[in-house]
């Protein structure tokens, strides 16, 4: 910050753990509202501005919302703790929050844990399903989600454990081998916000009930001191 000419703070706070979680919801939200001035002056229309500054206010809102899922979250949880891998899915916006989960669950419970773009799930990953594989997949109501039920029924035909953190409104049923978190429904430029925080707390939960140190884990710093 100090080299910079230009800073845009986060406000997040101090971030004491190891593993960071609000630094990455707030980074999302300040490269949203940089998105936001950017298309207000390359002419974006006053009506879809006014819809995006409303489904970020109403992130805190959902958010809450999420955390009082925290004992479902647990639950889920205790189906993990046992595994050595996990695969998380996602598609467009998703896959990087997908990756999140991935990199918090690897950092803080030493699972090994691997995310992928859905739709590359038949060129590779789909090799490594079976009933000892868990596969997360984050499924919000968007114009993609038929195609991401096709992607979870290839794991379901193939034995794989599914954990479902899909919308509420979009219909997720659970069976002897689908769990479904239900989610808040909340607008497109939200989902990033949203579906990140269930995930950072299935890790959460993954290590504590294993026992890990999740807030220092091991041969990992909070800041990188030498090349």
Known sequence: VRESDLVLMTHAGPERSVASTKAFTTQLTALALVMLLLARRFGMAAEVETDYVTQLMSVPRIIEEVLELDSEVR???????DKHHALFLGRNTM??????????L??????HAEAYAAGELKHGPLALVDEDMPVIAVAPDTGLLEKLRSNLQEVRARGGRLFV???????????????????????????????????????????????????????????????
Do not use: M
Request: negative net charge; aromatic residues 6%.
């Open 75 to 81: 639950a889920l949880a205790e189906r993990l703790v």
């Open 95 to 104: 896959f990087p929050v997908a990756l999140e989960g991935a990199l918090k």
């Open 106 to 111: 690897k950092e803080i419970s030493y699972i």
């Open 165 to 227: 953190f899909g919308d509420i409104q979009a219909g997720f049923s659970e069976d002897d081998t689908t769990s479904v978190l239900s989610i808040p429904a909340s607008g497109a430029l939200a989902h990033p916000l949203v579906y990140t925080v269930p995930l950072q707390l299935l890790a959460y939960h993954v290590a504590v009930l294993k026992g890990t140190d999740v807030d220092q884990p091991r041969n990992l710093a909070k800041s990188v001191t030498v090349e």
